[in-house]
Nanobody
Framework: QVQLVESGGGLVQAGDSLRLSCAAS????????MGWFRQTPGKEREFVAA????????YYADFVKGRFTISRDNARNTVALQMNSLKPEDTAVYYC??????????????????WGQGTQVTVSS
């Protein structure tokens, strides 16, 4: 079992930056694929970014490429999402997710086994 707790959300203006953090406990995430997803009311949870433990590849949704960066610190058992040049359309609840081992599709929420409670990000225009 892995417990995930997100932090770092808040209210910012367009163009600002935020850094979300996800702290994991219960197991080391060094062999877990880690992802960030976001959700707005009435919409499905959508993929934002992922970090694959094997090979260290990172993946991003097209709408955040060049603005967001996912990173992990296995020693601290954390994963972060640095968000720059924020836009009002980035407003959402952001969730951290984890999947152990191999397999799954990094951009599919159904591939992940563990989820945090989410942190609200609000970007004003």
């Amino acid at each position: 079992q892995v417990q995930l707790v997100e932090s770092g959300g808040g209210l910012v203006q367009a163009g600002d930056s935020l850094r979300l953090s996800c702290a994991a406990s219960g197991r080391t995430i060094s062999t877990y694929n880690m992802g960030w997803f976001r959700q707005t009311p009435g919409k499905e949870r959508e993929f934002v970014a992922a970090d694959r433990w094997s090979g260290g590849s990172t993946y991003y949704a097209d709408f955040v490429k060049g603005r967001f960066t996912i990173s992990r610190d296995n020693a601290r058992n954390t994963v972060a999402l640095q968000m720059n040049s924020l836009k009002p359309e980035d407003t959402a609840v952001y969730y951290c997710a984890a999947k152990p081992g191999y397999g799954g599709t990094y951009y599919s929420s159904s591939s992940y086994d563990y989820w945090g409670q989410g942190t609200q990000v609000t970007v004003s225009s």
